[in-house]
């Protein structure tokens, strides 16, 4: 759990990725693609997750409140696992999602890249960049006025 | 006395139909969608969702509904639903620096790099009814002007950097957890956080006030005050890393209070903190500042016998859920309690009476 491979970073940033995506946007891309013969390991379950924060931000860890999470666990007839931890309730959004992340684990995973990861990712920075850019455009410039003492 | 225990049950059917359709209103009027709550009430959204202590806004849109727009109602419909849910773990501290922000103020420092960032405030609107908005109509876009590339820093890094600030002891241990036992005092600080953040808006800001008009006086700068997104990160048994497994907006509030020091340490400013699940800027600045009132003991200051210095006040009753199950329970049946106080009220006053009439 200390030294992460370039293999689990790389694996991180599309579980984390799938996570995040909104559940209409994944199902709309996985759509494109052949759904792989599978079993469920794990049939997709609804839980909560407690998140944390820090006392000042920097400092002691405390309870903030929990978040919905649904997880799922499936395996390829290939033999490939795929995990999934998604944010809210929706069983199809963490179904599909291990699904994704067992095929980035056969020879199908640059397809699957191409067709799923990349779009979506590019969605979401543009998602996040429009509303950067709306935030941006409240910042107060600050102006002196000039003093009449001459 | 023979009091009936059974009953009622055609009556209370009854009365929830009743309901269902008091809750539809007008059927001439277009009914509401849990969408809509979500996207048009969001900060109703976001005050259930920080007191229910469930991040959901779907979930907590839902109850919204159910509850007719009953807050409270909705926020212990919440609650409810909580306690179904498998805890699948607990997830690592989210770290608020790289939060991507709406908005981001500082009221100590003009210049504070990253700017002062107002983001879709209410503040500097004259509150003034807006009839435009009882007619259907499009919005305008947002203004867009080039964003900063790099994260916003904290304010307080830069007072920490001076040693101005009371440092704040870091700790990775599994903090305290309320809701898997009972709170129970003293309380540390992690509790007291967990139960502020959750705690009702309307007494949380009642207490912070009452510290702003002198009771255990402690005056507060708002040093930064964001609200944004951050990824929320948990360690995964079956993969042995951590994923990100969400996102959540979040309102962070941190003061600069007054001095403490001593003959052999300088004084130091102290702080208070806020976060709070949402947009929820009024109750993250109320926090801040009855989380700071509440370290009077920790920080070496006098106890001034202030409500928003007693823990057992502030914790005990912050609660809204609990409050009003134990405020509304009064409203249900006490037949026989009330029949044993009648009983005790009449014979006190038959032998007043024959004490009375004895005496004449």
Redesign the interface.
């Known amino acids: 759990?200390n030294v992460?491979t370039d293999q689990?970073a790389d694996?991180?940033a599309w579980?984390?990725l799938l996570?995040?995506a909104p559940a209409a946007d994944l199902a709309q891309l996985w759509a494109s693609v052949d759904t792989p013969d599978h079993h469920l390991l794990r049939p997709p379950?609804?839980?909560?997750?407690?998140?944390?924060?820090?006392?000042?931000?920097?400092?002691?860890?405390?309870?903030?409140?929990?978040?919905?999470?649904t997880?799922c666990?499936v395996k390829l007839t290939c033999g490939a696992v795929g995990?999934a931890?998604?944010?809210?309730?929706d069983k199809d959004h963490a179904v599909t999602a291990a699904l994704v992340d067992a095929l980035m684990r056969t020879d199908r995973a640059d397809a699957v890249r191409a067709a799923i990861l990349t779009p979506l990712a590019a969605s979401i920075s543009a998602a996040?960049?429009?509303?950067?850019?709306?935030?941006?455009?409240?910042?107060?410039d600050?102006f002196t006025m000039v003093r009449g003492e001459d | 006395m023979y009091v009936a225990v059974k009953g009622g049950e055609a009556a209370i059917d009854n009365a929830h139909a009743w309901l269902a359709e008091e809750r539809r209103g007008d059927p001439g009027t277009a009914e509401l969608s849990v969408a809509q709550i979500r996207e048009q009430l969001a900060l109703a959204v976001n005050r259930v969702m920080a007191e229910g202590s469930l991040y959901d806004a779907d979930l907590a849109a839902l109850a919204i509904k159910q509850a007719r727009g009953d807050l409270i109602e909705a926020i212990f419909l919440i609650r409810a639903y909580r306690t179904t849910l498998p805890r699948f773990g607990g997830s690592k501290p989210v770290e608020t620096d790289k939060m991507a922000c709406d908005r981001r103020v500082s009221a100590t420092f003009k210049d504070a790099p990253g700017g002062q960032v107002l983001g879709p405030t209410f503040d500097y609107t004259h509150r003034l009814l807006d009839f435009k908005l009882m007619a259907d109509g499009a919005v305008p876009d947002a203004t867009h002007a080039d964003a900063l590339a790099q994260d916003t820093p904290h304010i307080m890094g830069f007072l920490d950097r001076e040693d101005l600030i009371q440092p704040e002891p870091a700790g990775d241990d599994t903090p305290p957890d309320l809701t898997r036992t009972p709170l129970e005092l003293p309380a540390d600080r992690a509790l007291r956080l967990q139960s502020l953040t959750r705690a009702d808006e309307g007494f949380i800001l009642g207490m912070a006030y009452s510290t702003q008009r002198g009771y255990a006086r402690n005056h507060a700068f708002v040093a930064e005050l964001r609200i944004g997104t951050v990824a929320v990160e948990m360690d995964i048994p079956e993969l042995g890393f951590a994923i990100e497994i969400g996102e959540i907006t979040l309102t962070e509030c941190e003061t600069v209070n007054q001095f403490k020091g001593s003959k052999t340490e300088p004084p130091q400013f102290t702080r208070g903190y806020g976060l709070v699940f949402g947009m929820t800027e009024r109750k993250a600045i109320s926090m801040a500042l009855v989380d700071r009132a509440l370290r009077w003991k920790e920080l070496g200051e006098d106890d001034l016998g202030a409500p928003a210095q007693d823990e057992e006040f502030v914790l005990y009753h912050a609660d809204n859920i609990q409050a009003t199950g134990f405020l509304e329970h009064i409203k249900l049946p006490h037949y026989v309690d009330f029949q044993s106080e009648l009983e005790l009220i009449r014979k006190l006053r038959r032998e007043a009476q024959s004490t009375h009439e004895a005496a004449e």
């Open positions: 759990m992460m689990s694996r991180k579980m984390s996570a995040k379950e609804i839980g909560g997750v407690m998140v944390r924060g820090r006392a000042g931000a920097v400092g002691a860890t405390f309870n903030l409140g929990e978040m919905t999470v997880r666990s995990h931890y998604v944010q809210g309730r996040k960049a429009k509303r950067a850019a709306k935030a941006a455009a409240t910042k107060v600050f």
